[in-house]
T-cell receptor, first 115, second 115 residues
Framework: DAMVIQNPRYQVTQFGKPVTLSCSQT?????MYWYQQKSSQAPKLLFH???????NEADTPDNFQSRRPNTSFCFLDIRSPGLGDAAMYLC??????????????FGPGTRLTVL | AQKVTQAQTEISVVEKEDVTLDCVYE???????LFWYKQPPSGELVFLIR??????QNEISGRYSWNFQKSTSSFNFTITASQVVDSAVYFC????????????FGRGTSLIVHP
Protein backbone atom coordinates (compact mmCIF):
# COMPACT_ATOMS: atom_id res chain seq x y z
CA ASP A 1 0.00 0.00 0.00
CA ALA A 2 1.18 3.50 -0.79
CA MET A 3 1.95 5.32 2.40
CA VAL A 4 3.97 7.76 4.48
CA ILE A 5 6.45 6.11 6.82
CA GLN A 6 8.23 7.73 9.73
CA ASN A 7 11.17 6.35 11.67
CA PRO A 8 11.64 5.94 14.48
CA ARG A 9 8.17 6.01 16.05
CA TYR A 10 9.69 6.95 19.41
CA GLN A 11 12.95 8.78 19.91
CA VAL A 12 14.59 9.61 23.20
CA THR A 13 17.51 12.00 23.19
CA GLN A 14 19.47 14.00 25.71
CA PHE A 15 19.39 17.74 26.05
CA GLY A 16 21.66 19.19 23.38
CA LYS A 17 22.33 15.90 21.57
CA PRO A 18 21.55 16.14 17.83
CA VAL A 19 18.77 13.96 16.52
CA THR A 20 17.49 13.12 13.03
CA LEU A 21 13.97 12.03 12.22
CA SER A 22 13.17 10.46 8.89
CA CYS A 23 10.18 10.31 6.61
CA SER A 24 9.67 8.37 3.43
CA GLN A 25 6.75 8.15 1.04
CA THR A 26 5.68 5.79 -1.69
CA UNK A 27 2.97 8.14 -2.98
CA UNK A 28 5.28 10.04 -5.33
CA UNK A 29 3.88 13.34 -4.06
CA UNK A 30 5.66 16.58 -4.86
CA UNK A 31 5.07 18.31 -1.55
CA MET A 32 6.40 17.13 1.80
CA TYR A 33 5.79 18.84 5.14
CA TRP A 34 7.17 18.67 8.66
CA TYR A 35 4.90 19.57 11.56
CA GLN A 36 5.51 19.83 15.27
CA GLN A 37 2.56 18.98 17.49
CA LYS A 38 2.48 19.48 21.23
CA SER A 39 -0.13 18.08 23.55
CA SER A 40 -3.68 19.39 22.99
CA GLN A 41 -2.54 21.66 20.15
CA ALA A 42 -2.96 21.74 16.42
CA PRO A 43 0.00 20.71 14.26
CA LYS A 44 2.40 23.59 13.69
CA LEU A 45 4.12 23.74 10.33
CA LEU A 46 7.90 23.91 10.51
CA PHE A 47 8.73 23.81 6.79
CA HIS A 48 7.73 22.23 3.54
CA UNK A 49 9.26 21.24 0.22
CA UNK A 50 7.75 21.59 -3.20
CA UNK A 51 9.99 19.15 -5.04
CA UNK A 52 13.45 20.41 -4.02
CA UNK A 53 12.27 23.92 -3.31
CA UNK A 54 12.58 24.46 0.46
CA UNK A 55 10.15 26.76 2.30
CA ASN A 56 10.84 27.65 5.90
CA GLU A 57 8.14 29.09 8.16
CA ALA A 58 9.16 32.46 9.58
CA ASP A 59 8.91 31.33 13.20
CA THR A 60 10.72 28.00 12.83
CA PRO A 61 13.79 28.10 15.09
CA ASP A 62 17.22 27.82 13.49
CA ASN A 63 17.72 24.73 15.61
CA PHE A 64 15.50 22.87 13.12
CA GLN A 65 16.88 21.95 9.73
CA SER A 66 15.62 19.75 6.95
CA ARG A 67 16.93 17.81 3.97
CA ARG A 68 15.16 16.25 1.04
CA PRO A 69 17.71 14.24 -0.94
CA ASN A 70 15.11 12.82 -3.34
CA THR A 71 11.36 12.70 -3.93
CA SER A 72 10.81 9.85 -1.51
CA PHE A 73 12.77 10.92 1.56
CA CYS A 74 12.78 13.88 3.87
CA PHE A 75 14.71 14.37 7.11
CA LEU A 76 14.26 16.63 10.10
CA ASP A 77 17.44 17.49 11.99
CA ILE A 78 17.26 19.03 15.43
CA ARG A 79 20.75 20.31 16.09
CA SER A 80 20.57 20.92 19.83
CA PRO A 81 17.30 19.69 21.26
CA GLY A 82 15.93 21.51 24.25
CA LEU A 83 13.26 20.40 26.67
CA GLY A 84 10.78 22.54 24.78
CA ASP A 85 11.33 20.51 21.62
CA ALA A 86 9.72 17.43 23.12
CA ALA A 87 6.70 16.84 20.91
CA MET A 88 5.16 14.69 18.23
CA TYR A 89 6.72 15.33 14.83
CA LEU A 90 4.46 14.63 11.89
CA CYS A 91 5.47 14.25 8.27
CA UNK A 92 2.87 14.77 5.57
CA UNK A 93 2.69 14.77 1.79
CA UNK A 94 0.36 16.15 -0.83
CA UNK A 95 0.05 16.26 -4.57
CA UNK A 96 0.78 19.43 -6.50
CA UNK A 97 -0.13 21.06 -9.78
CA UNK A 98 -2.79 19.48 -11.93
CA UNK A 99 -3.00 16.47 -9.61
CA UNK A 100 -3.56 18.61 -6.53
CA UNK A 101 -6.74 17.69 -4.71
CA UNK A 102 -5.86 19.51 -1.54
CA UNK A 103 -5.65 16.86 1.14
CA UNK A 104 -2.54 15.84 3.01
CA UNK A 105 -1.46 12.33 3.85
CA PHE A 106 0.21 11.97 7.22
CA GLY A 107 2.70 9.51 8.62
CA PRO A 108 2.22 7.95 12.06
CA GLY A 109 4.53 10.51 13.68
CA THR A 110 7.68 10.34 15.78
CA ARG A 111 7.28 11.12 19.45
CA LEU A 112 10.41 12.85 20.67
CA THR A 113 11.39 12.85 24.33
CA VAL A 114 14.22 15.09 25.52
CA LEU A 115 15.86 14.17 28.83
CA ALA B 1 -5.38 35.74 6.19
CA GLN B 2 -7.19 32.54 6.94
CA LYS B 3 -8.68 31.36 10.17
CA VAL B 4 -10.41 28.19 11.32
CA THR B 5 -12.34 28.15 14.56
CA GLN B 6 -13.36 25.01 16.39
CA ALA B 7 -15.06 26.45 19.42
CA GLN B 8 -15.66 23.10 21.10
CA THR B 9 -12.50 22.06 22.89
CA GLU B 10 -13.87 18.80 24.23
CA ILE B 11 -17.13 16.92 23.80
CA SER B 12 -18.15 13.97 25.91
CA VAL B 13 -21.00 11.69 24.85
CA VAL B 14 -22.32 8.25 25.61
CA GLU B 15 -22.19 5.58 22.95
CA LYS B 16 -25.03 5.72 20.39
CA GLU B 17 -25.58 9.43 20.87
CA ASP B 18 -25.34 11.69 17.84
CA VAL B 19 -22.71 14.41 18.02
CA THR B 20 -21.91 17.44 15.86
CA LEU B 21 -18.50 19.03 15.69
CA ASP B 22 -18.55 22.67 14.64
CA CYS B 23 -16.13 24.39 12.28
CA VAL B 24 -16.28 28.03 11.24
CA TYR B 25 -13.76 29.54 8.87
CA GLU B 26 -12.62 32.88 7.49
CA UNK B 27 -10.91 33.40 4.16
CA UNK B 28 -10.57 36.01 1.43
CA UNK B 29 -9.92 33.39 -1.21
CA UNK B 30 -12.73 32.83 -3.67
CA UNK B 31 -11.87 29.17 -4.13
CA UNK B 32 -10.66 26.92 -1.38
CA UNK B 33 -10.76 23.47 0.12
CA LEU B 34 -12.12 22.44 3.50
CA PHE B 35 -11.07 19.24 5.26
CA TRP B 36 -11.72 17.15 8.31
CA TYR B 37 -9.02 14.96 9.82
CA LYS B 38 -9.25 12.46 12.66
CA GLN B 39 -6.37 11.96 15.10
CA PRO B 40 -6.83 8.87 17.29
CA PRO B 41 -4.67 8.36 20.37
CA SER B 42 -2.02 6.65 18.23
CA GLY B 43 -1.20 10.07 16.77
CA GLU B 44 -1.58 9.75 13.01
CA LEU B 45 -3.87 12.26 11.33
CA VAL B 46 -6.30 10.48 9.07
CA PHE B 47 -7.96 12.34 6.22
CA LEU B 48 -11.75 12.05 6.35
CA ILE B 49 -13.19 14.41 3.75
CA ARG B 50 -12.39 17.25 1.36
CA UNK B 51 -14.93 19.78 0.16
CA UNK B 52 -14.40 22.32 -2.64
CA UNK B 53 -15.76 25.80 -2.02
CA UNK B 54 -17.95 25.63 -5.12
CA UNK B 55 -19.59 22.39 -4.03
CA UNK B 56 -22.09 22.94 -1.23
CA GLN B 57 -23.65 19.54 -1.53
CA ASN B 58 -23.72 17.79 1.81
CA GLU B 59 -22.11 14.41 2.07
CA ILE B 60 -22.87 11.26 3.99
CA SER B 61 -20.50 8.37 4.49
CA GLY B 62 -21.89 5.69 6.74
CA ARG B 63 -22.36 7.22 10.19
CA TYR B 64 -20.50 10.39 9.17
CA SER B 65 -22.10 13.39 7.51
CA TRP B 66 -20.85 16.86 6.67
CA ASN B 67 -22.85 20.06 6.32
CA PHE B 68 -21.12 22.80 4.32
CA GLN B 69 -22.84 26.20 4.38
CA LYS B 70 -20.97 28.93 2.55
CA SER B 71 -23.45 31.57 3.71
CA THR B 72 -22.40 31.04 7.32
CA SER B 73 -18.80 29.94 6.56
CA SER B 74 -19.35 26.69 8.37
CA PHE B 75 -18.39 23.10 7.69
CA ASN B 76 -19.86 20.98 10.45
CA PHE B 77 -19.32 17.28 11.00
CA THR B 78 -21.93 14.96 12.49
CA ILE B 79 -21.36 11.45 13.77
CA THR B 80 -24.56 9.45 14.09
CA ALA B 81 -24.82 6.70 16.70
CA SER B 82 -21.35 7.35 18.05
CA GLN B 83 -19.08 4.48 19.01
CA VAL B 84 -16.13 4.22 21.38
CA VAL B 85 -13.82 3.93 18.36
CA ASP B 86 -14.85 7.44 17.35
CA SER B 87 -12.96 8.80 20.35
CA ALA B 88 -10.25 11.03 18.89
CA VAL B 89 -9.28 14.61 18.23
CA TYR B 90 -10.91 15.98 15.10
CA PHE B 91 -9.33 18.83 13.15
CA CYS B 92 -11.00 21.04 10.61
CA UNK B 93 -8.66 22.67 8.05
CA UNK B 94 -8.82 25.19 5.21
CA UNK B 95 -6.54 25.71 2.21
CA UNK B 96 -6.65 27.91 -0.89
CA UNK B 97 -7.27 25.82 -3.98
CA UNK B 98 -4.47 27.51 -5.92
CA UNK B 99 -1.04 28.85 -5.12
CA UNK B 100 -0.34 27.97 -1.51
CA UNK B 101 -0.12 24.36 -0.40
CA UNK B 102 -0.32 25.31 3.25
CA UNK B 103 -3.49 24.49 5.18
CA UNK B 104 -4.71 26.33 8.23
CA PHE B 105 -5.83 24.01 10.99
CA GLY B 106 -8.34 24.64 13.72
CA ARG B 107 -7.34 23.89 17.29
CA GLY B 108 -9.16 20.57 17.23
CA THR B 109 -12.09 19.12 19.12
CA SER B 110 -11.48 16.19 21.43
CA LEU B 111 -14.37 13.74 21.26
CA ILE B 112 -14.73 11.22 24.06
CA VAL B 113 -17.31 8.50 23.59
CA HIS B 114 -18.11 6.58 26.75
CA PRO B 115 -19.40 3.01 26.59
Amino acid sequence: DAMVIQNPRYQVTQFGKPVTLSCSQTLNHNVMYWYQQKSSQAPKLLFHYYDKDFNNEADTPDNFQSRRPNTSFCFLDIRSPGLGDAAMYLCATSRAGARDRGEQFFGPGTRLTVL
Amino acid sequence: AQKVTQAQTEISVVEKEDVTLDCVYETRDTTYYLFWYKQPPSGELVFLIRRNSFDEQNEISGRYSWNFQKSTSSFNFTITASQVVDSAVYFCALRPSGGSYIPTFGRGTSLIVHP
